[in-house]
Structures are given as C-alpha cells and as structure tokens.
C-alpha cells in the first residue's frame, strides 16, 4: 500500500497531525519504535504492580489553550479531563502554611497576601501585564514563525486591543524581556518565599534563572489563570491512547515496533524501512522524531551542510531526572487538612531557598549531580484514584538540572539509588510522615529517559529553549516553518520545532494544517 502521508514518531505530535490528516480523509500511516504510542506522553500499566505509571509528562497544560481537544472531538474517544486546582502549591517549612497559585487569580492574591500583601498586588499586577504579551505570543503559537506573521501579530493586536499598545509602547517591557527571571522576579517582588515559588515555576521551562532574555518564562505563568492546569484521567497517556483511537477510527495504520534505520526519496515516493527490513512507502513523509538524529542519521540524502548544522544545535547537557514511588499515604506538608488537600490538587514546588535551586544549576554547569536537588512534588491519586492499588498512592518527584554525561566519572546505573534517596529525603523534610511510606519506585534518571523515549541527552525538550532555538530560529531558520526546503514533500512536527516542548500539539496541528492547505483540504 502506498499512503498519502507517513508520519515518523507517535509521539502527541505526531499523533495530533495524524489525526486532523486522516480526519480530513487521508490515508495515513504512522510508524513508532516503541511497542505503545505516546512517546513523552505515555502511561504503562507494567512497571509497578497495579499502577499507572507515567513514562514522560504529567500535567497538561498548554494544550487546553489551543482548539486541538475539540476539533478532534478526543473526548468522543474517552478522553476526560480532570482540573488541578490550585495548580501549584508552594509549602513552607516550619511555618505550616502554603502559597496556593489558583486558577483564579483572586484566591492566588489572598493565598500570597498571607505571607506578603505587598506582593500579592504585585503579583495581579503582573498577570495582568503579562497576559497580554502571551496571548500575542500565543496566536504566533498556532501557526508558522516567519518574521513577517510575527511582526504582523503584533501589529494587529495593537491596533485592536489598547492594553497591547500600552504593554509595547513601555521599553519598560521589552527590557523585562530581555532580563533574566531571576533579575526580574527580585525587581517585582520583595518577599523570599514568594520569590523562591515563582522563580521554581519559571524554571520548568529549562534555562537558568540567571540566563538573559528568559523574563517571559516569569511572564508565561500568567497563562494558568486563563487555562489552569489538567490532568488527563487514567494517566498521561490517555491523550495519546485516544488519539489512536482517533485515528484507528478513521482508518489509519499504527505500526508499533518499527524501528526505522533509514528514510529516501525516489521518483514520487518516499521509503521508510526498518531494522526487520519492513518498508512503508508515502507521498508525503513527516518526521515527528527529535531533529538530530532524523537529520544526521534517518535521511539518508540529507544535504551534507544541512546534517552539519543539525549536529551543532544546542541540545544540552540533560534535563533532569523523576522517581515514580508507590507509597501507603499522602505527604502531610501542613497540620490543617484544607491547606494539606489543596497542595495535592496540583505541582507542589518544594525547594527551600533561591540558593539552594541556583546550586544544583551550578552542580549541573560541572558535570554533577546535585548535591542539593530540589523537587516538583506530584500526587496525582489525590484526583485520580484509578492509578494505584485502593489505599495506596503515587508520588512523582521531578529533579532539574541533572546532568545527562557526568564529569566525575560516575555512571548513572550506579549511583540512581543515592540520587532518587535525595529526592525522596527532600519530600520527608518538608513531609515527615513519608518516612517509612515508601513501597515501591521507579526511577527514570537521564540515561533511562534517553534510551526509553529516544531523546538525546535526555533532554525532554530536545532542543535548549533559549531564545537563540526559539520561533523562527527552531530548530534552524530555514527549518522553522515545518517544511524541508529543497525536499519533496518531506515535513517536520514535535519538539524539536515551533513552539517547542511541553504538552502542547501546536506543532502538530500546524504541521497537519500546512499539509492539508496543500492538497486543497480545509482542515
């Protein structure tokens, strides 16, 4: 059979372009090494006894902002949705209390005015400015990053919208911009714990506090506000496995276990064949896989200047790493139950001080583990029972800044014991009743990530998200709008490409509307 379209990777990428394609009435094909689909975005019922366990992402957040769930109608295909809200809880230590960041900006302003009023109407000030930069960014989001379609974005909404004209008429702003966020967080706010809290949110996204031009990695958390965050019922994967049901649906070919070796054009056809020696033949490919290796490795008649550059993009040096423990209760960060319930609903950023989180930066610059990580707390069993055995619960903690290739000659096999051992100290400092909870665990330190979800350097955004690998620069200039110039039909989604990682599917469903644009299709 030859397809319409073949799509390397089922990841939700590529899964979500899949989809819209083979929705519109292609033939579609889409082909992963895994023997599930999901990629970063894939929940196993194999790896601890009577658990759901995420293999990659947890919250969702991003894709809630974008029209993707309900062009696709994914909840026609079981998927259900569960709010975490507050979305991000910020435990004191020895204080007994919290910061609750809340979908509704209000709560939020009275859970910081606890601990400082003057930053409470600080921080409303700051969503409220900020909200309107990012829904500006985001309409760029949700097509191509070309200079012109940027440019006009913006000019667009200052001509119709007044707050946007004031946010880029101040040069206020744009020097925020281009500021750091740790620079930024001290110049807004004044008390340390609030400051701690919100530079640990800015951080998810990957660079350092102290990186230039990082200021809307602060700002974008105004954005929770409008969208909050989710969690998918049954696990992470339940997107990605609703997807394929979407797609088996329509007709659509999954092969799982296919691990591609090589991808050629000849005549009309692109190839695609494996290491069994299967082949698929398409009119159109698109590559949903990280752009390294696709480039320098699967197409075999890339440009040779073209795999040079591709080997030269930043991937860095790792992310981070996440322990999955199975444990008998819930920590208990406070003694009142409300407070200790809200922290549950969403992530719970443990980390006790701004110096403590810009050391383990410091350890990661050196090639080492952190001595003093610190942790995003997730309890997704306080909303979603369904994942552990009744009783029983799951506790994810995530650790930034782990640093894939060690410099001190460790090896991660050895020493992901005493690693996952920290994190999990960490969460019985600030939850003394975690002591002896522990059951069961599963640790992904950055070597498993990167064999298990064939991310180099296991760096879950494949590429840096500095502002050099951004927009129109991501991956390359002349890669930034999907498409391979100078190659027949041959497209690229996911991380890798505009806007970049996270659960998001933007790359996806722009991919998947410039193909369908092509053949005539109002997608």
């Known amino acids: 059979m030859i397809y319409d379209v073949a799509i390397l990777g089922a990841g939700h990428n590529g899964l979500i372009c899949a989809a819209y394609l083979a929705q ?14 999901g990629g970063a975005v894939c929940t196993q019922e194999d790896i601890i006894p009577g658990c759901k366990i995420d293999v990659g992402s947890s919250a969702h957040i991003m894709i809630h902002l974008t029209p993707i769930l ?56 700051f969503v409220q400015h900020y909200i309107e930069l990012n829904q500006g960014i985001f309409e760029t989001f949700l097509q191509p990053p070309t200079p012109g379609r940027l440019a006009w974005t913006m000019i667009k909404r200052n001509f119709t919208r007044p707050a946007s004209r004031r946010f880029w008429s101040s040069l206020d702003s744009a020097r925020q911009l281009m500021a750091p966020y740790r620079n930024l967080i001290e110049e807004l706010f004044e008390h340390e714990h609030v400051r701690t809290a919100l530079e640990w949110l800015a951080a998810q996204s990957g660079p350092a506090p102290i990186e230039p031009a990082t200021g809307d990695l602060l700002g974008w958390n105004a954005m929770l506000h409008i969208c909050g965050a989710h969690r998918a019922k049954g696990g992470s994967g339940a997107l990605t496995q609703a997807l394929a049901r979407k797609l088996q649906w329509h007709g659509a070919t999954i092969l799982t276990e296919f691990d591609a070796t090589s991808a050629t054009h000849s005549g009309r056809l692109w190839t695609v ?17 990280h752009i390294v290796p696709f480039l320098t490795k699967i197409w075999k008649d890339a440009p040779q200047e073209l795999q040079k550059r591709a080997a030269a993009l930043r991937i860095g040096n790792g992310f981070g790493m996440i322990v999955r423990h199975l444990v008998s209760e819930l920590p208990r960060y406070t003694d009142d139950e409300e407070t200790n319930r809200h922290c549950h609903q969403g992530l719970q950023l443990i980390c006790p001080t701004r110096e403590h989180l810009i050391s383990s930066y410091h350890d990661y610059l050196a090639g080492l583990p952190p001595r003093h990580p610190s942790a995003v707390g997730m309890t997704f069993t306080a909303l979603d029972p369904s994942l552990a055995p009744e009783g029983q619960h799951l506790l994810y903690t995530w650790g930034q800044w782990h640093p894939y290739q060690l410099s001190n000659g460790e090896k991660w096999p050895a020493i992901a014991r005493r690693e996952a051992d920290k994190l999990y100290d960490l969460i019985c400092r600030y939850a003394p009743n975690m002591r002896g909870a522990l059951l069961d665990r599963y640790i992904q330190t950055p070597d498993v990530i990167a064999d298990l979800l064939a991310l180099p350097n296991a760096n879950v955004m494949h590429l840096e998200m500095s502002l050099d690998q951004m927009f129109f620069f991501r991956p390359l200039p002349e890669l930034c709008a999907y498409q391979v110039k100078n190659a027949p039909h041959l497209y690229l989604t996911g991380a890798s490409t505009h806007p970049g990682g996270g659960v998001f599917g933007a790359s996806g469903h722009n991919t998947a509307k410039l193909i369908l644009d092509e053949f005539g299709i109002r997608g």
């Open 24 to 37: 519109a009435g292609l033939n579609v094909a889409v082909l992963e090494r895994r023997h599930i689909v």
């Open 70 to 125: 309900r062009e696709l109608d994914l909840s026609r295909h079981g998927l259900e949705y569960l709010e975490m809200d507050p979305w991000a809880a910020f435990p004191i230590p020895g204080e007994n209390r919290a910061i609750l960041f809340w979908r509704d900006l209000q709560k939020t302003c009275d859970s910081i005015a606890q601990i400082s009023p003057a930053d409470a109407e600080a921080y409303r000030k």
């Open 273 to 289: 064949r494996s290491t069994e020696g299967e082949e698929v033949l398409a009119h159109r490919l698109v590559s949903a896989m």
